[in-house]
């Protein structure tokens, strides 16, 4: 059972719903910690984590949980979408979400503290804000640039973000990394997945949310990069981009850059094929 769950043959959440069923069954005398760490991208400390986090006792069996533990291993589950059973293995991780979900604080942290990630550097047409560095953070280019670039071929994906400014994924960088072996990170907009979805669809989309709408409102303004019509402007398309998350492969709740962080790498070492190990 735990290995079927491993290979994305069966789900944790549909091991939990027989425990329900069938307190007594063997998923019912499953403990939660087993359960946890036969989900790729789990190991034994992040699953302590976890427990810790839904307030389950590291004794307890699925079939002994009370309702309102169910009920929050339920919601922890439904947002780790399983596997795509049978995918090819992939080498590139795309990471997208709405606006202000921190998206770039959490490829920062990754550059900082696993340098054996290759971070794609994006080309943008917007100015730098306070902080980014010219080819580290993006690189920035006029639009007569990114004209060039698009009619080249030069860009993997492009769009254009907010109504306002165009956003790309230069090429050359990415297949060079992917041909060496290296393990690839895109930090895009949506609309970027998608296109690289299209281009390589061996890609893995991880979908970055925050914990809640609030603070997504509250990270937004704090940051004070936007005017209020800018951030009326941009919680609207995050209202969007939002309702799209069921098209990614994983969703990573942004309530700790370094534990989301963590686990954007921990989903780099995933095998998605249907063999068990």
């Known amino acids: 059972m735990k290995a079927q769950v491993a290979a994305g043959e069966r789900t944790a959440l549909d091991v939990l719903a027989a425990a329900v069923k069938d307190p007594n069954g063997v998923e019912g005398r499953l403990r939660v910690t087993e359960l946890l760490v036969s989900i790729p991208a789990i190991g034994v400390t992040k699953m302590q ?5 839904l307030e389950i006792s590291p004794s307890k069996r699925l079939g002994g949980l009370g309702k309102h533990q169910r009920d929050r291993l339920r919601d922890f589950l439904a947002a780790r979408p399983t596997n795509r059973r049978g995918a090819p293995d992939s080498h590139l991780i795309v990471l997208a979400g ?4 921190g998206k770039g604080t ?6 900082e503290h696993r340098p054996e990630v ?9 100015a730098p804000r306070a902080g980014e560095v010219e080819g580290v953070s993006y690189f920035f280019v006029s639009d007569a640039e990114f004209d060039r670039m698009i009619a080249a071929g030069e860009l993997l994906e492009y769009a254009t973000v907010h109504n306002a400014y165009r956003y790309g994924t230069p090429r050359g960088p ?3 990394a992917i041909k060496d072996g290296n393990s690839v990170l895109l930090e895009i907009d949506i609309q970027g997945a998608r296109a690289v979805r299209r281009a390589m669809p061996e890609a893995r989309l991880v979908f970055l949310l925050p914990p809640s709408w609030d603070e997504l409102v509250r990270r937004l303004i704090g940051r004070g990069t936007e005017d209020s019509a800018e951030q009326s402007r941009r919680l609207e398309t995050a209202k969007l981009e939002l309702a799209a998350q069921g098209e990614f492969d994983y969703r990573v709740v942004n309530t700790d850059v370094a534990e989301a962080a963590e686990e954007v790498v921990d989903l780099m070492k995933i095998r998605t094929s249907a063999t068990p190990s």
């Open 49 to 53: 984590r976890i427990m810790t986090r």
């Open 106 to 111: 959490v490829a920062a942290y990754i550059r």
């Open 98 to 101: 709405p606006t202000a979900v």
């Open 174 to 176: 990415v297949e060079a």
């Open 118 to 126: 290759h971070l794609s550097v994006s080309a943008t047409t917007r």
